[in-house]
């Protein structure tokens, strides 16, 4: 087997994988099939009302009088359709699904679908970890531009000056820079509240 298909191999074997669809011919077809990629694998059917969360990826079978919460922190999630009709691709839609497989099921296709959903999972949460930290660093600056300000409105110093007084107060107490610029935003707010400092 080749490197590159022996890595893929190795990052299915032994993740957990829930297959929701009925005890039928396809459905344990399915079930062998992933099986056979070394995957620790479970059935379960009816379609429960939460989709759990305990599991590396899902099979959805998609109905069309389904009605199934995804969790926010959830698993790849791949759905199994029937009809490709309005009603059904939206229901695709609407559970955030990584990847397809039509019925009938058969063990040809299921490879590809099990490894590029998983990569589309992991590239979207690695994305989504990047949007975060960057929200919080733009809010962590824009919480030190507020302290500047309000410490320039107290001390009547410059924007360089105050903005080296709180970093020299964030190393003395070995905090970061936005922590010790929401202390002094949430006290000027309180001490503001009671008409001892100007708020803004």
Not at 44 to 62: E, H, R
Not at 169 to 197: C, H, K, Y
Request: proline share 6%.
């Amino acid at each position: 087997m080749k490197p590159a298909v022996q890595r893929l191999m190795d990052g299915l074997r032994g993740s957990r994988v829930l297959v929701i669809h009925p005890r039928d011919r396809e459905g344990d077809m399915l079930l062998d099939q992933l099986r056979r990629f070394g995957c620790e694998v479970v059935g379960l059917w009816p379609t429960p009302s939460v989709l759990p969360t305990n599991f590396d990826t899902v099979f959805l079978l998609i109905e069309a009088d389904q009605s199934v919460t995804v969790p926010d922190e959830r698993p790849t999630l791949i759905a199994i359709v029937d009809y490709e009709n309005p009603t059904i691709l939206r229901k695709a839609l609407d559970v955030s699904a990584e990847g397809v497989v039509n019925k009938p099921l058969r063990a040809f296709g299921i490879l590809s679908a099990l490894v590029l959903a998983r990569a589309q999972h992991g590239y979207v949460a690695r994305l989504n970890a990047k949007v975060t930290k960057l929200e919080e660093t733009l809010k962590a600056r824009r919480d030190i531009d507020k302290a500047v300000k309000i410490l320039m409105g107290l001390k009547k110093l410059e924007e360089p000056e105050c903005y080296e007084l709180l970093r020299q107060q964030a190393t003395q107490r070995r905090l970061p820079m936005a922590d010790v610029a929401r202390g002094i935003i949430q006290a000027q707010e309180a001490l503001g509240g009671f008409g001892l400092l100007g708020s803004e």
